[in-house]
């Protein structure tokens, strides 16, 4: 498959030749913007449906929350550099057809559950066929013009964000007002409909057949993380990963123990503070093709990064909550920089034929950013108190940033020698 300018002469046969790679763009980000939202959807009600399931225990629900929820993109880690394998095989559209039919049904399976290991199952399954965030990237890296990757990468990272903030929200008022199984069903429905449009108005793109088959996922991931500069990016990832979800659990107890608000609004000002910073990220994101034709994508990636940090800082030094949110969204369209950019770098540093492959190899590691940021910041808490979380993440942004100038500076001086 080559890129193709004006339109998808490219694609497959039978593909509409009318559709522009633009619409190829905004139709992967509705998609992902509905498949994801099914998966983080229903963590804003999580803890009370397992308490309707029996467990009166509060210390058990909350480990049977911590289960359920962290079960997803554990699995959604280990099993994404599979599909993307497979849709680098056989082509994107059938692989995420099938992802999605499956999705649905443990989704929609879950709406029965009787216990909350049953929960878990269904969810597990989700994780399981959770790996399309690097087949739309895949597709992207193969389909649109190089000039315009920035921009179609600020896009689909967008639709990432518009998932995650969106999803509980819509979780939690269907949950509201029909109770705690009807979202599962809601969300099934949301599948379903990504499914019926995936379907209707994706082509078909040819796959590039078996020839990378035989790598492994380890020897695949141990390839390009032997690459220094792929190696960098992806821990910058994790890090944005690390700092968004690491925050969560403290937040509510942070907020409550240290500033002036009421305590029956807790709950809501944490879910205003993460759309508020989830909406700033995807701000920046969809203009980060316009910032990269002023400037340089290394210089971005340095500035958004040592941005994370202060901000990072800054939240922790505001006395009240105004202070928190407005950094907090600083702090959003920081991160909203550095994840597509950090990928479109990913995709340069290696040959077009392995980019599809490297994107489900890496994103298993960036992904479990999600799973060790909750568990390593409250691990952090407990020990050494709320403050060194916002600490100890900063410093490592710096670490971040002081690795990407290490880096270009024994570039430069290679390229001299």
């Not at 944490?270 to 203009?287: E, M, R």
């Not at 959003?332 to 392995?354: E, R, S, W, Y």
Request: net charge positive; charged share 10%.
């Amino acid at each position: 498959v080559t890129k193709g300018g004006e339109g998808m002469e490219k694609l497959g046969e039978g593909s509409p030749k009318s559709m522009h790679w633009r619409a190829l763009v905004y139709l992967l980000a509705v998609i992902q913007m509905g498949a994801g939202s099914i998966i983080i959807g229903v963590l804003s009600f999580i803890p009370l449906f397992i308490q309707d399931l029996g467990v009166a225990d509060q210390g058990a629900a909350a480990t049977w929350a911590g289960l359920v929820a962290g079960v997803t993109p554990l699995m959604v880690a280990l099993s994404a550099p599979f599909w993307s394998r497979k849709a680098h095989q056989y082509g994107p559209k059938p692989i995420m057809m099938a992802i999605l039919i499956t999705l649905g049904l443990a989704t929609l399976a879950a709406a029965f559950a009787q216990s909350p290991g049953q929960l878990l199952v269904c969810r597990t399954i989700q994780g399981l066929v959770g790996g399309y965030v690097p087949i739309g990237l895949l597709i992207i890296t193969w389909m649109v013009p190089e000039d315009h990757v920035d921009w179609a990468m600020g896009t689909y990272q967008v639709s990432l964000v518009m998932g995650l903030v969106l999803g509980p929200l819509m979780g939690g008022l269907v949950a509201d007002h029909f109770g705690y199984r009807a979202p599962f069903v809601f969300f099934a429905l949301v599948a379903g409909l990504c499914l019926l449009a995936l379907w209707a108005f994706l082509p078909s793109i040819p796959g590039k057949g078996k020839q990378e088959e035989t790598n492994s996922t380890l020897g695949n991931l141990k390839y390009f993380l032997g690459i220094k500069r792929v190696r960098l990016l992806v821990f910058m990832q994790f890090l944005c990963n690390f700092g968004l979800t690491g925050i969560g659990p403290i937040l509510p107890l942070y907020i409550k123990n240290y500033m002036p608000v009421d305590p029956n609004l807790i709950a809501t000002i944490v879910g205003l503070i993460i759309f508020s910073a989830g909406i700033a990220s995807a701000i920046a994101s969809f203009n980060v093709g316009r910032i990269s034709q002023r400037f340089p994508r290394r210089s971005i990636l340095m500035v958004a990064t040592l941005g994370v940090g202060f901000t990072f800082i800054l939240q922790y030094l505001m006395w009240d909550i105004w202070g928190l949110a407005f950094f907090r969204a600083l702090t959003g369209i920081f991160m909203g920089l550095v994840m597509p950019v950090a990928n479109v770098l990913i995709g340069q540093a290696v040959i077009p034929d392995k980019r599809g492959l490297v994107f489900g190899a890496v994103s298993s590691v960036v992904m479990m950013g999600n799973v060790v940021g909750p568990f390593a910041s409250g691990l952090i808490a407990n020990i050494f108190g709320y403050s060194a979380v916002f600490w100890t993440t900063a410093l490592a942004f710096f670490a971040a940033c002081y690795l990407i100038s290490r880096q270009d500076k024994e570039t430069a001086e290679h390229a001299n020698a």
